[in-house]
């Protein structure tokens, strides 16, 4: 078999006039690097160095939700994703943003894998594969199911290390189908990764401003023993008991899902920036 004479202005030809003075190991490793770049079209691989911070958005998909809430919910992280301030912000720090998507209610699911966010194309793309996310069935707010499968099986599957790890958690409704001593154990062992976990309630005005045993009837009720206090409270102060937790953890509620959007892209800002931990709630 004969060889085709390499071009001259070829990037092979190029190099092995370089290396005609090296030493035959060290012209073999250069012309390799060489052919390696043409045959990708010179592009270099990225490091797969840790990210700075670890994103799980988690999306209550519960039977609360119809269809229209569902698409606001999508619309809004993808929206988010589109926004140049949270695209600063998430690809400022080295190693960028991971991002994962979570959507749960009887069950939880890995609804987007995985993917960092390095660059506006990254975040672009993200925001394409959550708007084209399929609807979730389910009917109950397990709240304690998806702290149990974030912990165990979506933590564990991050590509690489990040320095910082937050699960940011919205819904409108509070957990039905949980008993409190087993979530709060849920809740302990997903803090136990390291995570801080923030809230977003999403306040529907005559629909869920005052939850608690004999004031918001969601499905399970009336199947076992509630697994709500007695008193009557608010799902902002609900989530600051039950939700929110961690290091530099928050809350920030959206009034109504139309403003989920806004409120979103706000706590996407405050959760990857490294801003000092206060009050953000508005």
Not at 38 to 60: H, K, M
Not at 213 to 234: K, S, V
Not at 252 to 277: H, N, T
């Amino acid at each position: 078999m004969s060889l085709l004479p390499l071009d001259r202005r070829s990037p092979p030809a190029r190099a092995l006039r370089r290396v005609a003075g090296f030493g035959l190991t060290a012209a073999a490793a250069l012309l390799t690097a060489v052919l390696t770049g043409a045959a990708t079209g010179g592009a270099r691989a990225e490091p797969a160095g840790a990210a700075s911070v670890a994103l799980v958005v988690s999306v209550d998909v519960s039977q609360s939700v119809d269809d229209s809430r569902f698409v606001l919910q999508m619309e809004g992280i993808a929206e988010a994703l589109e926004d140049p301030g949270v695209i600063a912000a998430m690809t400022g720090n080295p190693g960028g943003t991971l991002f994962a998507m979570v959507t749960w209610a009887d069950r939880a699911g890995l609804a987007v894998g995985w993917r960092r966010i390095a660059s506006r194309a990254d975040a672009l793309a993200v925001a394409a594969q959550v708007r084209a996310t399929p609807r979730q069935s389910g009917e109950f707010t397990c709240l304690g199911q998806m702290f149990r499968t974030v912990a165990g099986t979506i933590l564990p599957a991050m590509p690489v290390p990040a320095e910082r790890i937050v699960v940011d958690v919205s819904g409108d409704g509070i957990d039905n189908c949980t008993d409190p001593e087993d979530l709060e154990a849920e809740r302990t062992a997903l803090l136990a990764t390291g995570a801080t976990i923030n809230g977003l309630p999403i306040l529907v005005p005559g629909e869920n401003d005052v939850v608690g045993a004999g004031a918001y009837r969601a499905p399970g009720y009336g199947l076992r023993a509630t697994p709500l206090p007695q008193e009557r409270t608010d799902l902002v102060q609900w989530y600051r008991a039950h939700v929110v937790a961690g290091p530099g953890s928050f809350l920030l509620k959206a009034a109504g899902y139309g403003d989920f959007s806004r409120a979103l892209r706000r706590k996407f800002i405050i959760e990857v920036s490294r801003l000092a931990p206060g009050r953000h709630e508005d």
